[in-house]
């Protein structure tokens, strides 16, 4: 498969108010307020050359419907009556400066914790398995009134990014700069779009800071909240269908329900690696069929607010607060203040980027095998995506990933032998369909490192996880991979505005044995790591940590650091360049042959598999002490095994 033809340019027209140039144009504020400075608890802000807004919408589907014979309380268990989402989105310069869009003295931050928000912690405890008592109070005292740091309503940016991010640039300033088109593009560029699906336990804003993160360069990501019971607890507004009342307005709001995690019957616990029953692949599979019928759902959505129909969207949006109507979940501010016409034709509906985590990582997988049913999507991304839920492709050939794929996955997760054995299948799946795969490890992860749960609440991630790995560096190992991964396989047209750090991640060379140090024992296998001699790691004082970053940074070693310049350092000291594992990726005949050139694996002795085909998968079970004529890869030893 070579590499997508580019999309043909639209024209992208700004309004007059933003084409006319100002003396003294009003600069992007940083979305931080007095709690965040009080509380200590607010999420970081985005590295990328952008400031981010974001739009809440739910409306109702257009094929309402239920999914599966599965019944709860003698009803339909899984329903499609109306479709969630956020757009996090690329915001103008002067966002969160001056009047908000909707009149108001104050700009809008929506809250991390979806309201209403003591429902929704309820909903937390109770998938958690943990009282109201204990759940309510802790998240109240912690993460209740943590805010996303992303305008709400702000107009989409009408500029190409600085030839900086924030990190490189260093510091806020830079997405108050803007940069160059590129020869043969228009002033103002049309954005690449993401569809994001959570996994469980999840909510729309759960992973804020990968979406964020990716509008922040230049992505429109559309981050589903799926009422398929895998989430702790969602409101679903329930549209009036009456044909004989008023479509529109406040006739149009009658009422609310909710949909709380679903346990499977006879078998809670489907989701524990230990499980001897395993997952529940009738739910599981009803689940899957829900969550891709809402991915069309809001796909069919962007596509009005592209052909300049958001005052549609908005008026049909149900996802607002007043005080005359039983809505649930909306903030007063709603859509008002949107500037729809700026929208118009602003993002591709082409070679759209479909990424997700564990059961959306499944959900992903999904959405790249029906190539027909989703054929605007162009690429996927998986993180610590729940293999073993995943069934066997079906027998129709062309039920097969074809498409790029970058797997990423938590060292936790990494250890997991079926969920290994599932991922590897996918791989070797998608190489046969001759797709380009990458798939590696970020050293010292967790589960939840690929969440902004890990990001709100380290110590916990940490003393009860194992975590080794800072928090922020993970999301950040994953983002600049995942920025590499699309600067590759996307258009140039779409490529030539991403601005991430190029830290050489897809270029890693393949491991050869997968390392056993941290592997946990088989009751922990793919919840937490273990720590050799943590009494000690732990005791060491976080200043000596910070001093040999800064020793290691003098004498020129690579150490990360977050947009401000401060080194982020865990309880593992590794330099840049050693803190992921590659195990799959493309030879470099493989990127010569899609039109790529550059990156790569090598074809020669230190990779050729043994019979020499070099299309070799390092294997779990191979000992330490093996010469190097014996050792293989980790994708050569999978890919030999059929």
Known sequence: MAKPTPISKQACPLSRAESTPLEKPPKSRPPVGLRDRILKSSLPQYSGPYSVGLM?????????????????EHKHLLKLETVLFTVYYPSAIGSGHGQSPEGKKYWSRATWLPRPRIETTRGYGSFASLPSWFTLPFVWLTTAFTKIPAWRNARIAGHWPNE??????????????????????????????????????????????????????????????HRDGSGPRTFINVPNRDEDSDNSGKDQRKGFSKMDYVFPKDNPMDTSPGNEKGPDHELRTAQLQLRLAEIEEAYHVMKLIHAGRGDEVAAANLRWKDENVSNQGGSSRGLKGVDWKAWESRFHLRQVTMLGHSFGGATTIEVLRYKNRFNFIGQGIIYDVWGVVIQRSKEDPKHRIDAPMLGIMSEAFMYWPDNLDSIMSLCREAKEHDALVWLMTVRGSIHLSQSDFAILYPRIASLALKMTVNSQRALDLNINASLEFLRLVMPATTSSMNRGTDEGLLDVQQLEKIPSHRRPTEEWTGFRLR???????????????????????????????????????????????????MHVAPTKEDLERHGLGGSGLEADSNHADGDGDGDGIVDTNRTEGMSRSESLTVEQSYMERE
């Open 56 to 72: 809440d919408i739910e409306v109702p589907a257009c094929s309402p419907r239920t999914f599966s014979s599965i019944k709860r």
């Open 531 to 581: 720590i050799p001699h943590e009494a000690a790691v732990r005791l060491t004082p976080h200043w000596i940590r910070r001093h040999r970053a800064k020793k290691l940074r003098a004498e020129g070693k690579v150490v990360p650091r977050d947009p401000k310049g401060k080194a982020l350092v865990g309880l593992q000291d590794l330099e840049g360049g050693d803190e992921v594992w």
């Open 164 to 225: 900086q991010n924030s990190r490189e640039a260093g510091g806020y300033e830079v997405k108050n700069q803007k940069g160059e088109p590129p020869p043969g593009e228009p002033d103002s560029p049309c954005f690449p779009l993401m569809i994001f699906s959570h996994g469980l336990g999840g909510t729309k804003t759960t992973y804020s800071s990968i979406c964020g993160e990716f509008a922040s360069y230049g992505f429109v990501v559309v981050s589903l909240e």
